[in-house]
């Protein structure tokens, strides 16, 4: 149950952060937005940093569950949770770019995807801890 309970909280951290957190960068992670705002060539590719920040702050909650039960059940962190991570934030980045820019996707497959991610990660972590 204690694992179960992780991968759920995994799921509140993702909703924390995609529909709470995100604030502006919902708009400023949108080529269009850039387009209309900042039309300016130096400001072109300005919705790849936006991107890549909610990307970042997103992998970082929806880790916080595993690091925590980790940290607290004594096992010791490695170099190894950095891969998860990582590997989550590039992945969120372009599913996000997918939605927001290239309108490859709608919001159930982004939110899909996002699921997909947070099982992915979870699955694998419970399989090495156990």
């Given at each position: 149950m204690k694992y179960i309970l992780v991968l759920l909280s995994m799921v509140f951290c993702h909703i924390v952060d995609d529909y709470y957190l995100q604030g502006l960068l919902t708009s400023l992670k949108q080529k269009d937005w850039w387009q209309k705002n900042a039309p300016q060539k130096l400001y072109k590719k300005d919705y790849i940093m936006a991107l890549f920040m909610h990307s970042f702050s997103w992998s970082?909650?929806?880790?916080?569950?595993?690091?925590?039960?980790?940290?607290?059940?004594?096992?010791?962190?490695?170099?190894?949770?950095?891969?998860?991570?990582?590997?989550?934030?590039?992945?969120?980045?372009?599913?996000?770019?997918?939605?927001?820019?290239?309108?490859?996707?709608?919001?159930?497959?982004?939110?899909?995807?996002?699921?997909?991610?947070?099982?992915i990660t979870w699955a694998i972590w419970a399989i090495c801890i156990l």
């Open positions: 970082f909650m929806t880790m916080i569950p595993i690091v925590a039960f980790t940290v607290l059940s004594g096992i010791e962190l490695n170099i190894d949770y950095l891969i998860p991570y990582l590997v989550n934030t590039i992945i969120h980045a372009l599913v996000d770019d997918a939605k927001a820019n290239k309108k490859w996707i709608n919001l159930i497959e982004d939110q899909y995807a996002h699921l997909l991610q947070i099982f």
